[in-house]
């Protein structure tokens, strides 16, 4: 950090300040070293420009809840945590929350991300995108993200729709939906967000709802707890564009039939009366009945930490009506991320020659002076 109050620099440079969507800039208070927040502390003085009754209110209302435990339990002052996007609805993301952030360029944000992360390994870095910004004109940005494996909590709105440019389908677009760029239905089988993920090997892979906000809080905990690349795909509904995209399975109504909470080491169970489960027969899986509280023996049990993504790619696919949609940690493992390995060859090159002397490198070799 430089002197400069309340810009996050690099040297003299400035790199990042407040985002603000109009009026004077926010102005963060002096860093606490007791790091005990209240959501007010992260919540910014701008308005909230999305529809009325968007899913986006919910998942902004969440993460402005969790953020005061999660500085806490990491030590983490409110002038380290960043959250930078792409274009979208969802990338508005970092004008309402009050710490650092960047509103970047069309799919980029991974990019902008990996740089940050990479020179500032001491920040925690969040990236805000969307089903559009993401997996669209930002897949490729996204995949090798993951695959590094760099230390970024990447969460992705999903609704189904590219809500900013008004109706037109997107890479998670059902097959046959009609919109304003399909009329008669698209052609375009959808992409399965968490498959890519686990394609791209990301250290940590989970889903959740926007209307589930205690489901939502415990994942968007478990993400910043995470050290790698993780990835959490939120069902997000778009109330003008794409309403009720996921009323099926979402509704508080059919969700405990509709929906599964994995849990690591449990049966995989489900149901108002938790008397159905998952089981397989090979590697195909099947839904199970059975009396309440005795669930039989051969259940899948949910190992999210399992070496072989197995596992965790079969989840991805069950879906309804056949099955109940999966929701919670697909997978979680521990290695060494791409900002760890990066500071270690810098500090291993630094070690014999030292710091340098950048002063003494312009000047040497074949030079000259112009009087």
């Known amino acids: ?129 969307g089903d559009g910004d993401g997996l669209s004109i930002g897949g490729n940005h996204l995949i090798h993200a993951l695959r590094r494996n760099i230390d970024l909590k990447i969460v992705l709105f999903n609704n189904r729709i590219y809500g900013l440019t008004k109706g037109q389908y997107s890479p998670t677009s059902e097959l046959g939906k009609k919109t304003k760029s399909s009329p008669v239905g698209t052609v375009e089988q959808p ?81 108002k009366e938790r008397n159905r489960g998952i089981r397989l027969r090979g590697l195909k899986a099947e839904v199970v009945e059975f009396t309440a509280g005795a669930p039989p023996a051969d259940l899948l049990v949910h190992d999210e930490s399992a070496e072989d993504p197995t596992l965790a790619y079969l989840l991805t696919h069950l879906n309804e009506p056949e099955f109940p949609v999966p929701l919670g940690v697909f997978r979680s493992e521990r290695r060494e991320t791409y900002d760890e390995l990066v500071q270690k060859q810098i500090k291993t090159a630094m070690a014999k020659p030292g710091a340098g002397n950048l002063q003494a490198l312009i000047a040497s070799g074949d030079t000259w002076t112009v009087e």
């Not at 990019?111 to 870095?125: N, W």
Request: glycine share 6%; net charge neutral.
């Open 1 to 129: 950090m430089s002197d400069t109050k309340n810009s996050l620099s690099l040297g003299d440079s400035p790199l990042l300040s407040p985002v603000q969507a109009s009026g004077p800039a926010a102005v963060l208070p002096e860093p606490k070293d007791s790091f005990t927040y209240t959501k007010q502390d992260f919540t910014s003085d701008q308005i909230v420009r999305w529809c009325p009754g968007c899913g986006d209110y919910s998942i902004l209302a969440q993460m402005q809840k969790v953020m005061p435990g999660i500085c806490a339990r990491h030590k983490i002052p409110r002038e380290n945590v960043v959250f930078i996007s792409g274009i979208g609805c969802s990338s508005r993301f970092p004008y309402y929350m009050n710490t650092y952030g960047f509103h970047s360029i069309h799919g980029r944000a991974p990019t902008f991300a990996t740089g940050l992360k990479t020179t500032r390994p001491e920040l925690q870095v969040w990236v805000m995108t």
């Open 191 to 271: 992409i399965n967000p968490l498959l890519i993920a686990l394609a791209a090997e990301a250290t940590f892979v989970a889903r959740t709802l926007d209307t589930d906000t205690k489901h939502l809080q415990e994942i968007l905990e478990r993400t910043a707890d995470h050290k790698g690349s993780a990835f959490v795909e939120v069902y997000q509904n778009c109330n003008i564009f794409n309403d009720g995209a996921f009323e099926s399975f979402a509704d508080i109504a059919v969700r405990k039939d509709k929906t599964v909470i994995l849990e690591h080491g449990k049966p995989i169970v489900f149901g």
